[in-house]
């Protein structure tokens, strides 16, 4: 296996930018960073245009269109521009190659169903709680919110208590 240095940012960099990206959000738009709710939104239009009826029948779906397009929101644009800005990135970088990393003990098949099963919780979560741990991080740490800043402890805590018991499958 080769070892190709591989050219990210300086973290440090990357925080500085995200923190000023941050502080844009807030001037700019009057609302911090979060992606569930453009998500959610994204979901909803979906929806909206395969079953029109099932979105009216819902209270929960509803609430969305009731202004207008679910796509009229500063959260659905931010996602979109996450998503191309990391297209961007990695081709600028020299590192865009699309496809399934796998680990040593674990197949692309077994990656894909964890990615996803994992990816349909913090969905669940993120809507349940009303807001996701970009949001909460973010946001939420930003504003000193204390329950942002014991919500991603928690977050930090779990993941590396959780981190010995998996360990094994990436090395």
């Given amino acids: 296996m080769e070892n190709k240095e591989q050219k990210f940012w300086n973290p ?29 939104r994204i979901g909803v239009s979906i929806v909206d245009i395969l079953a029109p009826a099932h979105v009216g029948a819902s209270a929960y779906m509803s609430s969305v269109t009731a202004s207008g397009s679910p796509l009229d929101s500063f959260y659905v644009f931010m996602v979109a521009g996450v998503f191309l800005g990391g297209l961007f990135s990695s081709y600028a970088a020299g590192r865009f190659r ?28 993120a809507r349940l709680t009303l807001g996701c741990t970009s949001g909460q991080a973010l946001s939420g740490g930003a504003l000193l919110s204390a329950g942002s800043w014991i919500f991603m402890l928690s977050v930090f805590g779990g993941g590396y208590a959780l981190a010995y018991f998996v360990r094994r499958q990436w090395t």
């Fill in 12 to 40: 440090y960099l990357g925080g500085v930018a995200l923190g000023l990206v941050l502080l844009a959000s807030f001037v700019v738009m009057g609302k911090g960073l979060g992606a569930s709710g453009g998500v959610y």
């Fill in 98 to 125: 699309p496809g399934i990393r796998s680990g040593p003990r674990i197949g692309r098949r077994a990656r894909f169903g964890l990615a996803l099963t994992g990816g349909i919780i913090m969905g669940f979560a």
